[in-house]
C-alpha cells in the first residue's frame, strides 16, 4: 500500500476516538499539521500525525492530500503564526479568508505568499521564526498570552485547552515539539530534583491516586504555576501540590519536574 499523506488545510480540525462526530476529540490539528492515513473507514481517516505522532480519526473532507515535498516544507518548517487570537490567511484561488490560530505551521514565504497543490495563499498576519528562548521567562510570557481560556479536553487553541494541550502550544512558538499526553511530555526534559531548583519555564507534572500522570503545567517560578484547569490561570504550588485559590485547597499532588529548556 502506498503511503498516503496529508496536511490541514483548516483553521482547526478535531481529531476523535471513533470515526463519528459524536465521538470524544483527543485532540485538535491546526493549519499546517501533516498526517500520515494509515485506515480509512467510509468518510473517515485514521491518522498519524507528523508533529507528535498522536492517533485519531478525522473527517475526510477536512484534509487535502499531499505530496513528500509538501510535507517536507510544512514539517521542516520554523515559522510559525504567533500570538493573536486570529491570523488572516487568504486563499487566493477563492480570495476567502482564512482564520488561523496561533500555533499554526507556515512554510517558506514567497513575497508573504505560499502554495498547497496549486493553490496559492497569502498571509496578512505577522509570522515568527520559532527557536529556543534564551530563558524560561519567555515562555511564561507566551503562557500567559492563554490566561482564561477556557479547558477543553483535546482542545489546542485559544478558544479551548487542555493541560498537555496548553503546554504543547506555548512550547511550539519556540521550535520545542513536546508530545500530545501529559505523560508522554513527563518523558522528556531532564529531571529537576527539587521545587526550589525550579526556574520559569519548567513543566510541573501531577498524578493520581493511581500513580498515573495526569496533569501538566509550566512554571512561572519555584512557587507559583501556570496551568489549564477550568481555565488557563496562576495558581501557587508547593511541595505537595498546586493550591486551588479558588477553591482553597489542594487540587492536584505534584509528581516530578522536568526541564526542557536550560
Known amino acids: 500500500m502506498n503511503q498516503v499523506l496529508g496536511l490541514i488545510n483548516l483553521s482547526l480540525v478535531p481529531l476523535r476516538a471513533k470515526p463519528t462526530h459524536g465521538s470524544e ?55 510559525v503564526l504567533g500570538l493573536s487570537v486570529k491570523h488572516p490567511v487568504v486563499n487566493l484561488h477563492t480570495n476567502q479568508i482564512l482564520y488561523l490560530v496561533p500555533g499554526s505551521s507556515i512554510p517558506d514565504l514567497v513575497s508573504g505568499q505560499f502554495g498547497i497543490n496549486g493553490i496559492s495563499y497569502e498571509v496578512q498576519s505577522p509570522v515568527i521564526w520559532a527557536v529556543p528562548p534564551e530563558d524560561g521567562l519567555a515562555l511564561v510570557t507566551a503562557a500567559q498570552f ?66 498515573r500522570i495526569i496533569h501538566v503545567g509550566i512554571m512561572v517560578n519555584n512557587h507559583q504555576i501556570i496551568h489549564a484547569s477550568g481555565s488557563v490561570k496562576i495558581d501557587p504550588i508547593d511541595n ?3 493550591f486551588s485559590e479558588d477553591l482553597q485547597r489542594y487540587t492536584h499532588k505534584l509528581r516530578i519536574i522536568k526541564r526542557i529548556i536550560n
Request: one cysteine or more.
Open 25 to 79: 476529540m483527543v485532540s485538535q490539528l491546526l493549519f499546517g499539521d501533516c498526517l500520515e492515513v494509515l485506515d480509512t473507514e467510509s468518510h473517515w481517516a485514521y491518522v498519524r500525525t507528523f508533529f507528535d505522532d498522536y492517533e485519531g480519526w478525522i473527517d475526510q473532507k477536512q484534509f487535502v492530500e499531499i505530496d513528500p515535498v509538501t510535507r517536507d516544507q510544512f514539517v521542516n518548517t520554523k515559522w
Open 146 to 211: 492563554y490566561l482564561n481560556t477556557p479547558y477543553l479536553w483535546g482542545g489546542r487553541s485559544p478558544f479551548g485547552v487542555d493541560c498537555s494541550g496548553f503546554s504543547q502550544l506555548v512550547f511550539k512558538q519556540f521550535g520545542i515539539w513536546l508530545k500530545r499526553d501529559t505523560y508522554l511530555q513527563a518523558e522528556q526534559g531532564a529531571l529537576v530534583d527539587f521545587l526550589a531548583e525550579a526556574r520559569a519555564g519548567d513543566l510541573a507534572f501531577f498524578d493520581n491516586e493511581q500513580g
Open 240 to 242: 505537595q501540590g498546586i
